[in-house]
């Protein structure tokens, strides 16, 4: 006559008799296999975890604390134990709910656990094992807080790569202050080295542009945090510092530039009123001259991304509706279909642009070739532009969002990741998919931060404020992707 036990939420069926020797008494106890085996990389989420015995099991002994399912935290996972009449050395561990993907778990099976036959099996064995993710994800062992690693605590710099180097220039480092200090990152030793070549003075809220010979252009901005906004120019080179710049036609921060002919075109931001311009400028031939267009609506804290020669595209901001190509001398506007403020965007592998939320989900990609603009598949959060937007993985076609001010949460400092992959033609229009990431977050909210891929790949975020009152800090937080993440071990 068989017995059932019921044990926690599962259901176990004792089975009398032993699957044990002859006359020389019980024989030895031990696991046989597991269901992950130890180490094992990409479990399915529901796939069923068991434990193969070498004898029929004392259903007595099995207990949620000797069979032991945690997190990655120490946190145990509830899971209900159970033993089929038909296989009754086999234990199988039924998590409830499912297992989420891209997370690592450690099954402890207790030395505790007897046989039928009342054989201990001694020693303690542990299996670890990663699950598997049925979309892109960013798991928690890929995040690495590595402390502060900034020289000077920054908030609103900018950062600019020239060639395989890269450089946090500037940024306000204080409620009152802003600094003229330059730090170069090291991805050998993943921290950032402070350069002795200064800017001219203090400075943030500006533009850096890359000039054809390498050297940073730096526009405007201001000087301190509420101040007058700056007509003041410079050229930064990393080796000898920096040399003044011809002066802007009109004082400006928070305005866009872009490389443009042989030289630089700026537009909008706010001038000496405090309201936004709708003035362009181009330096050319050493001196800034103003372009014979004008924006249709004024705009400020926008983007910019040139084509060619002499093709701009000024991406709405400023909570506008308009945005704007530029050529040499034509300013053409149209609707772009949302309005934002402080976006952020990048160029696609193809040639079209990709501007990502800014007090807005929406996501719209602009086609140079089809002179449109598509609006996209939304995020989950509202993004001002003090978060970071950076390639991620080596398809070409994924981006990761980090951090920023969440305005519908009142403006609260997040630590969210989204992913946002690219797809290039669904059905004739350009689209993205969005991948909200669930079980990972940056180890602290970041806002106001600069985001950059390191030349190995991997995206680095640093400096910004943890929360909407706080200070700037010097907090560096890394992120490995599957370029730079090692061949994963569980541990």
């Not at 908030?155 to 730090?183: N, P, W």
């Not at 600069?450 to 400096?463: E, K």
């Amino acid at each position: 006559m068989r017995a059932w036990v019921l044990f926690g939420i599962g259901l176990l069926a004792a089975c009398g008799g032993g699957g044990g020797g002859g006359g020389g008494g019980p024989a030895a106890f031990a696991i046989v296999s597991t269901v992950p085996a130890d180490g094992t990389i990409g479990f399915a989420p529901g796939a069923g975890i068991s434990v193969n015995f070498s004898d029929n099991v004392d259903v007595g002994t099995l207990t949620q604390s000797t069979l032991v399912l945690t997190r990655t935290d120490g946190s145990q996972v509830p899971a209900s134990i159970v033993t089929a009449p038909a296989n009754p050395r086999n234990v199988q561990v039924r998590p409830s709910p499912d297992l989420p993907p891209d997370a690592r778990f450690h099954l402890l099976v207790k030395g505790a656990i007897r046989s039928a036959a009342g054989v201990p099996l001694g020693a303690d064995k542990g299996v670890c094992f990663i699950t598997s993710g049925p979309v892109p994800a960013v798991r928690e062992d890929q995040i690495l807080d590595l402390g502060d690693r900034l020289n000077v605590p920054r908030y609103l710099a900018q950062v600019v790569r020239t060639g395989s180097r890269v450089f946090v220039i500037g940024g306000h480092t204080s409620a009152t202050g802003a600094t003229d200090t330059v730090e170069e990152w090291d991805p050998g030793t993943r921290t950032f080295k402070l350069l002795s070549a200064k800017l001219l003075g203090p400075r943030a809220e500006f533009t850096a542009t890359v000039l054809s010979d390498g050297r940073i252009l730096l526009v405007g901005g201001v000087a301190a945090p509420g101040g007058a906004p700056l007509a003041t120019t410079e050229t930064f080179d990393p080796s000898i510092g920096s040399s003044p710049g011809p002066p802007l036609l009109e004082a400006r921060r928070w305005h866009a530039a872009s490389r443009f002919r042989t030289g630089v075109l700026v537009s909008g931001g706010f001038g000496g009123t405090g309201d936004p311009l709708d003035s362009l400028e181009v330096l050319e031939n050493g001196s800034w001259i103003a372009h014979s267009g004008h924006l249709a609506q004024p705009s400020a804290q926008h983007l910019q991304f040139s084509r060619g020669f002499d093709e701009v595209y000024v991406a709405v901001g400023n909570l506008g509706q308009i945005a704007a190509r530029v050529d040499s001398v034509a300013v053409t506007s149209f609707f772009e279909g949302d309005a934002r403020f402080r976006s952020q965007g990048v160029v696609l592998h193809d040639g079209r642009v990709m501007i990502v939320a800014g007090d807005t989900r929406s996501v719209v990609i602009h086609d140079f070739d089809q002179d449109a603009s598509y609006l996209a598949t939304k995020l989950l959060f509202d993004r001002r532009g003090a978060y970071s937007l950076t390639t991620w993985g080596s398809s070409g076609r994924l981006y990761l969002t980090a951090g920023g001010f969440q305005i519908s949460a009142g403006g609260r400092v997040i630590g969210s990741l989204e992913l946002v992959e690219y797809l290039q033609n669904p059905g004739g229009a350009p689209n993205v998919a969005i991948y909200t990431v669930t079980a990972s977050e940056l180890p602290v909210p970041m806002a106001g931060h600069v985001g950059f891929n390191d030349p190995l790949g991997a995206t680095v975020l640093a400096g910004g404020i943890e929360d909407a009152a706080g200070a700037p800090t010097r907090r560096v937080v890394m992120i490995l992707d599957d370029r730079t993440t090692p061949p994963a071990t569980c541990q």
